[in-house]
């Protein structure tokens, strides 16, 4: 069974960055697409990002242009870049496969405020 693991949220200002990490026990197929979730408060879990490969991610409109999705499959990892951050990316982010396919890890709190 794949354990996802979520790391690098944390207490950011409006404008800051984070790094976002996902790191899966065992090896997840590269046919596989991967994606971030997150979830506000008293809010449905909805995609951010979603990888299919390294020339075809797509984006959630409110954070195109200022996320980016990236993997590494030989370390077994997907990645989220985080710029420029609002107080409405606060939520708990989720790293999962495009269909849910693996339980759901235990996330990662981000909040942004100044």
């Known amino acids: 069974q794949v354990q996802l693991v979520e790391s690098g949220g944390g207490l950011v200002q409006p404008g800051g960055s984070l790094r976002l990490a996902c790191t899966a026990s065992?090896?997840?197929?590269?046919?596989?697409?991967m994606a971030w979730y997150r979830q506000a408060p008293g809010k449905q879990r909805e995609p951010v990002a979603l990888?299919?490969?390294?020339?075809?991610?797509n984006y959630a409109s409110p954070v195109k242009g200022r996320f980016t999705i990236s993997r590494d499959n030989a370390k077994n990892t997907v990645s989220l870049q985080m710029n420029n951050l609002k107080p409405e990316d606060t939520a708990v982010y989720y790293c999962?496969?495009?269909?849910?396919?693996?339980?759901w890890g235990q996330g990662t709190q981000v909040t942004v405020s100044s």
């Open positions: 065992t090896t997840i197929e590269s046919t596989y697409a």
């Open positions: 990888y299919i490969s390294t020339n075809n991610t």
């Open positions: 999962n496969t495009a269909g849910a396919d693996f339980p």
